[in-house]
């Protein structure tokens, strides 16, 4: 820990050596292995009447500060993990309240296509679907951000099979409003496939 030596004339000067911060990256397993053991010397070398009682008095006292340096590091090494977890949460939350808030402000500005199209999504519990790349008839929906492209890089499909999913925050809003949709006709087609694309998909 003292590694650095300087002479002045006859004195000799210790610095300490700035590795020894190194045991801030330690696991808090570590640190919380490192403090208990330290701290259990320093108790168990009581029991050593032998031994000097200065120097047994001085290597508890040691052992005891080093080894509730080490338990305050893993201490603070946990609060520090659990607020990182929870500002993770907070910020998810919030963001999830936003969609909602802007989903809510939206669905009275729905047109009836558009109702049209969430309501058999609903009424069918189908959070996902398969649309024409362009979108088809819920394009405008995937603009106001109550549906978007659910492909994952890498993933292959065709073109009038593009897969399209509702966001969670979205669909929570959808279900608790169910009663705004229309309830769709059981031989109804995919309201939002555009039968015009898929002609011109043919030519």
Not at 120 to 138: E, K, P, R
Not at 167 to 189: G, M, S, T, Y
């Amino acid at each position: 820990m003292f590694g650095l030596e300087l002479a002045k004339g006859k004195a000799m000067v210790w610095f300490p050596d700035s590795k020894w911060l190194e045991v801030i990256k330690l696991s808090g397993g570590m640190l919380l292995a490192l403090g208990i053991g330290l701290c259990a010397m320093a108790f168990m070398a009581s029991f050593f009447p032998n031994a000097n009682a200065e120097v047994r008095e001085t290597a508890q006292m040691l052992l005891a500060i080093a080894g509730g340096f080490f338990l305050c590091l893993w201490t603070g090494k946990v609060g520090q993990s659990r607020y990182e977890n929870w500002s993770k949460d907070r910020q998810e939350r919030r963001r999830r309240e936003k969609i909602k808030e802007a989903a809510l402000r939206q669905l009275p500005m729905l047109n009836d296509r558009e109702r049209k199209i969430l309501g058999w999504l609903v009424h069918n519990n189908q959070q996902m679907f398969n649309n024409d790349a362009d979108g088809g008839l819920a394009g405008s929906l995937e603009a106001k951000g109550f549906v978007r492209r659910a492909a994952v890089q890498g993933q292959m499909w065709a073109l009038d099979q593009t897969p399209f999913a509702i966001p969670e925050p979205v669909w929570e809003v959808l279900v608790a409003n169910k009663d705004q949709f229309p309830v769709p006709i059981d031989d109804q087609r995919h309201p939002w496939r555009d039968p015009l694309w898929s002609v011109r998909t043919r030519i």
